[in-house]
């Protein structure tokens, strides 16, 4: 079964700009949730989707949003991008939500700002 | 490429020593932990889980042990294999839904 698929898997934006990152969980999985990993900050939550709603969203600024699709692919947008959104953004899929079903994480979205 | 900090804690060990990683979490309604490896240019790996009505699961060369008086949480890496270098996470769950609260994660390092 194939894993947890990101796209792009690098990207380079400048300052200002917008981006959308794609994800495509592993088939069957319903819940993606996204995550934002810094060297500063570590890994952060930024949302969790499940049929189609946002369940729970990280403390990140209005800039940064999601949708999920009714084949439970997921994007998220990022808007006038800062410096400071430079990072490895990764997509994690689970069969349904729940604070104890495993979550598979993809290969995640480099993003640089320049 | 890489996908953590410069800075992190690093453990290094030859191979086939134990390794033993801790992490300290902070919130005491926490219920559900779990360790993640991350290997260079990938996405966490699941390791191990437990919950907290336990103290100790056993996986295969790991063990992960639950201390909730001292809100302690460590994994125990049977027989290191170089292999097993990579940045080491401990996460937990609050709250009942998906949201994992990362640790800063620790680096190990095994060498032949």
């Known amino acids: 079964k194939a894993g947890v698929t990101q796209t792009p898997r690098y990207l380079i934006k400048t300052r200002g700009q917008q981006v959308t990152l794609s994800c495509s969980p592993i088939s069957g999985h319903r819940s993606v949730s996204w995550y934002q990993q810094t060297p500063g900050q570590g890994l952060q939550f930024l949302f969790e989707?499940?049929?189609?709603?946002?369940?729970n969203k990280g403390n990140f600024p209005g800039r940064f949003s999601g949708r999920q699709f009714s084949n439970s692919r997921s994007e998220m947008n990022v808007s006038t991008l800062e410096l400071g959104d430079s990072a490895l953004y990764l997509c994690a899929s689970s069969l349904v939500p729940g604070r104890d079903v495993e979550q598979y994480f993809g290969p995640g979205t480099r993003l640089t700002v320049t | 490429g890489e996908s953590v900090g410069l800075h992190l804690p690093t453990l290094s060990v030859q191979e086939g020593d134990n390794s033993i990683i801790n992490c300290a979490y902070s919130?005491?309604?926490?219920?559900?932990f779990i360790w993640y490896k991350q290997e260079s240019g990938k996405g966490p790996q699941f390791i191990i889980d437990i919950r907290s009505n336990m103290d100790k699961r056993q996986g295969q060369r790991v063990t992960v042990l639950l201390n909730k008086t001292v809100k302690h949480l460590s994994l125990q890496i049977a027989a290191t294999q170089p292999g097993d270098s990579a940045v080491y996470f401990c996460a937990e769950n609050i709250g009942g839904f998906q949201k994992l609260v990362f640790g800063t994660g620790t680096r190990l390092l095994v060498s032949p």
């Open positions: 919130n005491s309604a926490s219920d559900y």
């Open positions: 989707y499940f049929s189609e709603t946002q369940r």
